[in-house]
């Protein structure tokens, strides 16, 4: 397995490269909403970005943009980060490099419930859509670990990723089957399928942040016995962690987390798996330190995505779900080029 | 003859007798099918008139249902369920996986993606999204197996890179799909989940040759393809020359799914199931090409009858095989962990 | 009894991904006669032998067989006369045993023809050598690891080639079957006159089976003999790093040799002995 290994005593508390990491990662943060403000279909100059930010009397339109666009870059921040912290946990409880909710087929077991909850229960508001897209990803969490652990070995990334790309398969094929015979459902779902963070609100955020608090929650609170974990079930059960607990409860909050940003955004792949890989190439395997900085690559990463899109499908926009997918997939085919067979 | 050999050309006999009537049973079944599926539709045709519409009397309303519509239905599924069945079966036997099939590695989604980029963007001929499909297949096909040749070549890491692969064309497609116009999206949804509507003889012209030329190929090498089973090293040893053979049955296979899959759109789950399927009822010990063909012929047909009649909403064939497909696909995906093969 | 057959490898340099491994390496084998490669891990024993199996193209030299370059022959004929049991062969799903047995008659099949008198005949003889014919219709993961390897062993016999090589075929048995196989493949050779050329890791086992055996040390040959010529402590010293006595095998008067490690040394004791006898 990639990058598990212990890291160096003398390093515990202070990763190699932290201060600068923490610097260069503020920066970029700073440098990503600037970016998301200003960049899109319509250009905004300095002062029409101060405007729309703290001078609330002027009504112009680019000013309302820019009021949009900050709604836009918070909820983005928000599934970024919360698809980063989803990532790293999910890698973590598996020990597994290439853990990722969209790889697992997370993502379409949520899609599969919200369609239905479109179709069967005429189900339209986000409120609802979080439930239904949670309980998805769950048990389609629940369903591909169970497959893909059986056997000797337990859940090696291959037999994983199989347990997940089969399971996804027959998920969109009910979902297709759920969507064809009613046209509107359809149309309404297609741009929720692709992933996409402009359509966030307000009301969105608001909905976002207790689930965001829990499962951040959860995720520091197992950071430390994720680190046991790492060593192997045996290990970690001598240094006194119930594993078993833990699992349950890192990837309560896993699933959590990828399930409501699905809710809300539509599938987004790849960003844990993204988020996580930078983070732990720049600062070691400790789960203490990849967790909260995944958090932040995510966020990071997503809103970039975003900005990308929103340029490269210039005058409309491109989802930023296919965008990450492009970025994403390559380094997923990167790092099965470079790992040893012996861990897949 | 001593006793030794008797017994091993009984027991050979046996299972070659099985394997002989398996197959004809098989064929007798698609048959069936394909009669069916031009005896059934709004109005039902009896089975003299679908004789006499096939040998080309003219009987009235009959030939107008049977030769333009239900006849070229039958024809596609025909061929694209052989296509997708036999073409499964040889790279499940060829990379000695059942999960390593066009579908699962993103072969049939590179074919899918070319031609939907044809219809979508280009708006294109046929004939041109049948080149498309067939050249964006076999581009996946080669860069697949060329970035996962690495240091030494592994299944496990060539089953990883095609699904990363196959993530990217899928959000290709996406794209495409919400950049398309509405009224493109029904005839588009065969590009998710592969469907025989509306398929017009003049069409299938590329599938029919390429299934009709690359079938006596694969059959020749079929005995080639039992070898290669044994690993590359045992294949050299017994005089095959793995990495030819696997070039000539790779290009075959990817040719007939890529025109497949631009005649009916990537029917879920046929490559991937026919293959298991055909050795549960043949049997092992002789080349089950023709019979997971046949398997995939027999797929296609029924669900594609299943979806258009047993329900009130017209189901694409896809839908169904996909639905069918699962509980088979997880039932193996359990017992080969169980197993460790992976 | 099988032909006489000139086998060489001359000069041959090789590897993996432009890492060599062999260097400038050249043998003959001696034909009907029973040879063993021996040397540390890593030293380039299975390259050699994967290199005179065809399996590896070699970057220079050339391995000839009666003369002709094997690369240049082709690949069916070729297998008449060649035969190779992999080190670890891949076992197709659900395939009995009497099938298996029956791939290895695949050069002596033509197009579409299907098993012939003669196939029968070759696949029911090596499974009664190699006591497998109560398997026959089993499949092959219902059988032990040493029955396995009978297995793949009446594989490569059923091809009825003049020359067989195998790598290290008793690696992981425990020490019955390891006996068990030498003694079959010394009964082919004896009874038919089939060369066998293996890697083997044990040498004292080596020494009793071999008519014949080269040492490879980091890719070059350094020695060449027959077990009793060669199997000298300095020899062990060379290709392994190890401190032995090669005392004489009370079963076969093959050499044999004891390792000397830092603890539990009589030595001084034994020539002492020696001496006053």
Known sequence: MMNTSVSENKHVWMPRNFGKLIILLAILLCLSVMASLIFGSRMITWTQLLDGLFHSEVASHEASVVRQRVVRTIFCFMCGAALGVSGALMQSVTRNPIADPSILGVNTGASLFVVCGIAFFNISSANQYIWLAIAGAMLTAIFVFTVGSIGSGGATPIKLVLAGAATSAILSSLVVAVMIPRTKVMDQFRFWQVGSVGSGSWDHISLFIPFLIVGFCIAIFSAPALNALALGDDVATGLGVKTGTIRLLASFGGVLLCGVATALAGPIGFIGLLATHLIRLIIGPDVRYVIPLSAFAGAIILTIADVCGRLLGSPSELEVGIVTAFIGAPLLIFITMKAKMRAL | MNETMMSIYNSRMKRKRRFLLMTCLLAVISIVLMGLMLMLGNTFYPVKDVVSVLLGEDVKGASFAIGTIRLPRMIVGLFAGFAFGAGGYIFQTMLRNPLANPNVIGITAGSSAAAVFCIIVLHASNALVSIASVVGGLLTAIVIFILSKGSSFSIGRLILIGIGIQAMLNAFISYLMVIGNTHDLPSAMRWLSGSLNGAKMENLYPLIIAVLICTPIVLFLASRLEILELGELAATSLGVAPNKTRLVLLLSSVLMIALATAAAGPIAFVAFLAGPIAKKIVGVGFSNIVPAGLIGVILVLAADLIGQFAFDTRYPVGVITGIIGAPYLIYLLIRINRKGDL | ??????????????????????????????????????????????????????????????????????????????????????????????????????????????????????????????????????????????????????????????????????????????????????????????????????????????????????????????????????????????IFALNCMVIEDPVSNSPSIVPIGRHHNQIDNIAVKTKSS
């Open chain 3, 1 to 238: 009894m099988k032909p006489t057959h000139t086998f060489r490898a001359e000069q041959i340099t090789a590897g993996y991904d432009n890492k060599t491994i062999l260097q400038d390496v050249s043998v003959t084998i001696p034909s009907n006669k029973m040879s063993i490669i021996i040397g540390a891990n890593g030293c380039g024993k299975s390259t050699l032998l994967k290199t005179m199996a065809r399996l590896i193209t070699p970057t220079s030299g050339q391995v000839t067989l009666d003369g002709q370059a094997i690369q240049k022959m082709p690949p069916k004929q070729l297998a008449k006369i060649l035969g190779l049991l992999p080190q670890s062969p891949i076992v197709p799903e659900g395939i009995t045993v009497a099938d298996l047995v029956g791939r290895g008659r695949f050069p002596h099949h033509s197009f579409l023809k299907g098993w012939s008198k003669k196939d029968y005949e070759a696949v029911a003889e090596a499974m009664e050598m190699m006591n497998i014919t109560e398997f026959a219709d089993c499949h092959i993961d219902e059988l032990s690891g040493g029955q396995r390897q009978r297995v793949w062993i009446a594989m490569a016999l059923a091809q009825q080639t003049d020359i067989l090589f195998l790598d290290e075929p008793t690696t992981y048995l425990d020490i019955t079957y390891q006996v068990e196989i030498l003694d079959l493949l010394t009964d082919l050779n004896r009874k038919y006159g089939t060369t066998i050329i293996m890697v083997l890791h044990d040498i004292n086992l080596s020494a009793r089976y071999a008519d014949y055996i080269f040492a490879l040390h980091e890719g070059k040959l350094v020695a060449e003999g027959p077990p009793s010529d060669i199997i000298t402590n300095s020899l062990i010293k060379d």
